[in-house]
């Protein structure tokens, strides 16, 4: 089971982090990931991390202001948002697949997800 937490209503150009406890399994065993949805638009992929090698996606509306992370000892997963903009409104989910790879120019595809948190709002105001 992964929960989500932190999200909320924050203003535009401050800080937010989002965390995501895995509770049945170590997290690091699979590949884990951030996904978003805002309303009307489909889910979207922000954030990965591999299980072999670390390696870490991006995608290019959020390079350079988020950052994903893993705590080993908590089994848990972050995703800390700096100078958010209000694009970055959506429901927020984090997501676990055996299906992992290196995260250089992508993420494993969203399908392969398998186990999903229940999603954290995240609001930001201009």
């Known amino acids: 089971q992964l929960v989500e937490s932190g999200g909320g209503l924050v203003q535009s150009g401050t800080s937010l982090t989002l965390s995501c406890v895995a509770s049945?399994?170590?997290?690091?065993?699979?590949?884990n990931g951030w996904f978003r949805q805002a309303p009307g638009k489909e889910r979207e992929q922000v954030s990965c991390?591999?299980?072999?090698?670390?390696?870490?996606y991006y995608a290019a509306s959020v390079k350079g202001r988020f950052t994903i992370s893993r705590d080993i000892a908590t089994n848990t997963l972050y995703l800390q948002m700096n100078n958010v903009k209000p694009e970055d409104t959506g429901v927020y989910y984090c997501?676990?697949?055996?299906?992992?790879?290196?995260?250089?120019?992508?993420?494993?595809?969203?399908?392969?997800?398998?186990?999903w948190g229940q999603g954290t709002q995240v609001t930001v105001s201009s």
């Open positions: 991390v591999s299980a072999s090698d670390g390696s870490i």
């Open positions: 049945e399994w170590t997290l690091d065993y699979y590949a």
């Open positions: 997501a676990d697949t055996d299906y992992d790879g290196r995260y250089t120019g992508s993420c494993t595809p969203q399908i392969l997800f398998t186990a």
